[in-house]
């Protein structure tokens, strides 16, 4: 199920942040950091009113972001979307993989950007991670280029 998060979900999140990560850097993908994301981003998520978090039988499982676009990173690619939505943060707890929360969270992203009335979702990951390219692709989201600002590969979905 996926609700709005609050702030009392925030150390779960950092506690699951931090085992993704660790589970990345394991795979040689240099995605996040000790520290990012963090409480810090988190709780500003939550005040903007745009954390989304899984829950499964009441343990937050995994969560994602959705903000407008404003990072200036994305000024390096051409996009068809001028009001787009961006997917952030997208994460799953390694001990819930292969229960279709990605699968929920991307068709939740798609659903609220339609009614919100963006004209494109976008979503940005580091080269490396080819399991959330994966996914991303598997939602018809088109490769627009490389964010060198931020070394990521920058999706997009067209919502019109």
Excluded: C
């Excluded at 520290?35 to 499982?61: H, I, S, W």
């Excluded at 997208?90 to 004209?119: C, E, H, Q, W």
């Excluded at 990951?125 to 600002?149: A, C, Q, S, V, W």
């Amino acid at each position: 199920m996926i609700r709005t998060g609050n702030l009392s979900d925030v150390l779960a999140l950092d506690a699951i942040a931090r085992r993704v990560a660790d589970e990345l850097h394991a795979s040689g993908v240099d995605q996040w950091s000790a520290t990012y994301p963090g409480v810090k981003e988190f709780t500003q998520d939550v005040r903007r009113g745009a954390l989304y978090v899984d829950e499964e039988d009441g343990v937050v499982a995994g969560s994602m972001s959705l903000l407008p676009e404003n990072d200036p990173a994305y000024g390096a690619v051409p996009w068809v979307g001028h009001h787009a939505l961006v997917m952030h943060r997208v994460m799953v707890d390694p001990s819930y993989r292969r229960r279709g929360i990605g699968n929920t969270l991307f068709a939740f992203a798609i659903a609220l950007s339609r009614k919100a009335g963006a004209d494109s979702l976008k979503v940005d990951t580091h080269p490396d991670n080819l399991r959330m390219r994966k996914l991303i692709e598997k939602y018809g989201f088109i490769h627009r280029g490389h964010l060198p600002l931020i070394y990521r590969e920058g999706y997009e979905l067209p919502l019109e």
